[in-house]
């Protein structure tokens, strides 16, 4: 019999990956062979000598000691691509919220009294307060491109807009040919320069920290919108702040609520949404059930 530990709540159809007769899913589990997660960090938390596998049902691993479970030879397993249509279409809804000012718009008429005898001219004021742009031939930057950065590549390309992308890893041109007609940049610095709108979609590490910085934000073009749907930090916030109030950003979407910034009325920050769809969440689980599954019954090795 294993003993599959989890933390956080995992879409049934994950769990029904592990017959009943050879598997105990549980919360509660002393001594687990595997602990299977999604957001709950295991920084500083004493993991179990039982322990041979942990599994996120997310793509980023840094709720997750990787190298000290590694040097105790335990495995880590997460889930690339599972929740890729997820973050893309959040992406694509920043755009749009961000170009068309939405979010203020909303919270506008919410504030508006339909008794009031000034209602229909405070729409009509709104109307124009609230005139957005549209997204055909302006350019966006693709920071990183994996599994979701070639997705939102793809629907900004067939909504009409430019796109450049930018991966240090990626040299193989096949991996380029995965998102269709984008120009290659070769530095973070030339994909930037002159975007109307950037996207990140790399993992936070000690490279990547602050990637979209003041300088530049300053090369994009006026009226920008910059969109961190991956991990806080990727974004230096305090110059995304000042780029808004100089009237040089347009809007600041990010899937992580940023202290100081939370109630601007350019930033629109949400409380890290990407992945959380049916589908996604569906999907992470059941890839890292059958992941962890192999291991401990096979020996097999997936997205380790
Ligand atoms: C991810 O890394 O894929 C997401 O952070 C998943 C999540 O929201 O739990």
Request: with cysteine; aromatic share 4%; glycine share 10%.
């Amino acid at each position: 019999m294993y003993r599959v530990k989890t933390y956080n709540n995992i879409a049934l159809r994950g769990l029904e990956r592990f017959p009943r007769e050879t598997y105990e899913v549980a919360s509660g589990l002393e001594d687990p062979d595997a602990i299977m997660l999604r957001s709950h960090d295991l920084h500083g938390e004493t993991i179990p000598d039982s322990v041979l596998a942990v599994g996120r049902a997310g793509s980023g691993v840094n709720n997750i000691p990787v190298q000290d479970l590694t040097e105790r030879g335990v495995a880590v397993f997460n889930a690339p691509g599972a929740n890729a249509n997820a973050v893309k279409e959040l992406v694509i809804a920043g755009l749009l919220l961000g170009a068309r000012n939405l979010v203020p718009a909303a919270g506008y008429v919410q504030s508006l009294d339909p008794d009031d005898s000034g209602f229909t001219a405070a729409v009509e004021q709104g109307k124009k307060r609230f005139s957005g742009f549209e997204l055909p031939g302006r350019r966006l930057a693709v920071l990183g491109l994996g599994a979701i950065g070639v997705k939102v590549a793809n629907a900004a390309r067939s909504m009409g807009m430019e796109v450049v992308g930018f991966d240090p890893k990626i040299t193989v041109e096949s991996a380029w040919q995965m998102a269709s007609d984008i120009e290659r940049a070769r530095s973070v610095d030339a994909a930037l320069e002159g975007a109307d709108a950037v996207t990140v979609h790399v993992p936070l590490t000690e490279n990547t920290q602050n990637l979209v910085n003041a300088e530049r934000i300053r090369s994009m073009n006026p009226g920008a919108m910059v969109l961190n749907m991956a991990r806080d930090g990727i974004v230096d916030d305090a110059a995304a702040g000042e780029a808004l109030n100089e009237g040089h950003l347009h809007a600041y979407v990010t899937d992580f609520p940023v202290p100081g910034l939370l109630d601007h009325p350019r930033v629109i920050t949400l409380p890290h949404l990407g992945a959380s769809t049916t589908e996604s969440e569906e999907n992470c689980a059941v890839m890292i059930a059958d992941q962890m599954r192999d291991y401990l019954e096979n020996g097999n090795v997936v997205n380790s």
